[in-house]
């Protein structure tokens, strides 16, 4: 089984930003538990006295929102990298996956849900893959952070599921979206740093934190780091 965390960077309704983003990364069930506790460790690293209340938060971190404003600039951006650096714990192999939206071009669509369909296509594309390369057939779950786009995208996994996305049919996905709160899990906070760091790539053309997936992205093995680079480009 495997998992596909996502978070979304940006507005879908603000038309000063020219971009929306969907991005996270996917990984095998038997291997989230490395994830969470590189991230459970970083935060006892930065506030011992109480990790547990800490959030990862991309854009709170790096304008120094509330408990953040105790680290200076450089700090707070050497941790957004440090987050982000949980893609390549040791034991684990998470793939990232992340579209953008480059709003005025598709007026008459909906960036979330034209996102969401693109990622579900590439989710059902990847699991195919592994497929092909290790004959056995996996499944996948999506999870996102808890948002007012839940009712309308869990019923469109159900009519994606039924009829097929645009690109293909989805035979691998096993059930309609799930959605869960990210002060409660450390996968969605890595996700919103995924789609955090590619939204200030194309919105800000700011690659600070972009720059930091794609060194991780370049040592690994070739056939993920293939499925790295596919996600990002396609819209």
């Not at 011992?48 to 990862?56: A, G, K, L, R, S």
């Not at 714990?89 to 996102?115: G, L, M, T």
Request: proline fraction near 4%; charged fraction near 20%.
């Amino acid at each position: 089984m495997y998992f596909l965390y996502l978070d979304d960077s940006g507005s879908a309704a603000n038309a000063n930003e020219h971009h929306f983003v969907l991005g996270g990364f996917c990984i095998h069930k038997h291997q989230i538990y490395h994830i969470r506790k590189y991230l459970d460790d970083l935060a006892k690293s930065l506030f011992p006295q109480n990790p547990e209340t800490v959030e990862f938060h991309a854009s709170h971190i790096h304008a120094g929102y509330g408990p953040w404003g105790a680290f200076n600039k450089p700090q707070r951006k050497e941790i957004i990298r440090r987050v982000l650096g949980a893609l390549q714990c040791r034991r684990s192999i998470a793939v990232s996956f992340a579209c953008a939206i480059h709003k005025p071009d598709y007026p008459a669509k909906n960036p979330v849900e034209f996102a969401f369909e693109d990622l579900c296509s590439r989710f059902e594309m990847f699991l195919g893959r592994v497929f092909h390369q290790t004959k056995e057939r996996e499944k996948g779950i999506i999870i996102l952070d808890k948002t007012v786009y839940e009712t309308s995208l869990q019923q469109l996994a159900i009519t994606f599921r039924q009829s097929g996305t645009t690109w293909r049919t989805l035979a691998n996905l096993v059930e309609v979206p799930m959605f869960i709160e990210s002060t409660t899990s450390r996968l969605i906070q890595l996700a919103d740093h995924i789609a955090y760091a590619t939204f200030r790539r194309f919105q800000r053309s700011d690659t600070t934190y972009f720059d930091v997936i794609r060194d991780y992205a370049a040592v690994l093995p070739t056939a993920v780091k293939n499925w790295f680079w596919e996600p990002l480009s396609r819209v």
